[in-house]
């Protein structure tokens, strides 16, 4: 059984910095991807960035430029290094990974919350103005 911890989140004024890391227990070394996505109430849960299993990442255009997604495959923890935070970017964050049991058809299936297995439970991360 996988289990996803986050840690990392907090309270920052905006222009502050902020790094999120999601340990993983059980291996996930077989995930085809590995993500974070936030949501704020009333809202749908929303991609942020993705690492692939070869490294590749993706981030959503909000938050490009700002925002650097790495993994740490010996450690099985992936990192959100968030920089210049802005008060848009409040909301609880996840992070995601799939079982490795299929692989995609296309990049905008792992950048889908449907595509992830397994999921965290959160850290609040609050951007004071």
């Known amino acids: 059984q996988v289990k996803l911890v986050e840690s990392g989140g907090g309270l920052v004024q905006a222009g502050g910095s902020l790094r999120l890391s999601c340990a993983a227990s059980?291996?996930?070394?077989?995930?085809?991807?590995k993500g974070w996505f936030r949501q704020v109430p009333g809202k749908e849960r929303e991609y942020v960035a993705v690492i692939k299993s070869g490294g590749t990442t993706y981030y959503a255009d909000s938050v490009k430029g700002r925002f650097t997604i790495s993994r740490d495959d010996a450690k099985d923890t992936v990192y959100l290094q968030m920089n210049s935070l802005k008060p848009e970017d409040t909301a609880v964050y996840y992070c995601?990974?799939?079982?490795?049991?299929?692989?995609?058809?296309?990049?905008?299936?792992?950048?889908?919350?449907?595509?992830?297995?397994?999921w965290g439970q959160g850290t609040q991360v609050t951007v004071s103005s």
């Open positions: 059980g291996r996930t070394d077989s995930s085809f991807a």
């Open positions: 995601a990974a799939d079982s490795g049991w299929s692989l995609p058809v296309s990049t905008a299936q792992v950048l889908g919350v449907t595509w992830y297995d397994y």
